[in-house]
């Protein structure tokens, strides 16, 4: 195995710096992936989008505003929770984990807004634009940040193993 600070389970001072080696640094990244892959962390992150979606919509009425916020609080929870696996399906395709995490990165942004215009459009969110412009850049970092993750936490075997 190469000595680069970018493959996991490397034993190297660059790889023990950035936390990549076995171990406690590893542990950690793999702990802080099974808490985004959950459910309730999904749940929970979607609460401050609905949130938002109520207020985004509140000109049409408190009906209105609060089945916006409902429908956008579920739609947003599984697409936490699904949009992960989406992701790793992504990440594999790649035949490498960078080639592999921008794959994940386009397809979880891709696919996160396809069904949240597709929702907000069938059910008349009169603000629609409104209602996703707040989740926007944290759906970015989201995408990003667990993009990068999953190439700092899948094996280099593992990341072409089902392209």
């Not at 034993?11 to 802080?32: E, F, I, K, V, Y």
């Not at 401050?48 to 609060?66: C, D, Q, S, T």
């Not at 794959?103 to 209602?131: D, K, S």
Request: contains cysteine; proline residues 4%; aromatic residues 8%.
């Amino acid at each position: 195995m190469t000595d680069h600070p970018d493959l996991p389970g490397n034993t190297s001072d660059a790889a023990r710096q950035t936390g990549l080696c076995r171990g406690h640094g590893r542990t950690m990244l793999m702990a802080l992936r099974q808490v985004v892959d959950g459910l309730p962390g999904a749940m929970l992150g979607a609460l401050v989008y609905a949130l938002w979606a109520v207020y985004a919509n509140r000109a049409a009425g408190p009906e209105m505003a609060i089945t916006v916020g409902a429908v956008h609080w579920l739609a947003s929870t599984l697409l936490t929770y699904y949009g992960t696996a989406i992701m790793r399906r992504f990440f594999r395709r790649g035949r490498s984990a960078r080639q592999g995490a921008v794959l994940a990165f386009c397809g979880g942004m891709g696919c996160t807004y396809a069904v949240l215009w597709g929702v907000h459009a069938a059910i008349g969110t009169p603000q629609v634009v409104m209602t996703l412009a707040a989740g926007f850049i944290p759906t970015l970092l989201f995408c990003l940040g667990y993009a990068l993750l999953l190439a700092r936490t899948t094996l280099p075997s593992t990341a072409s193993a089902h392209a």
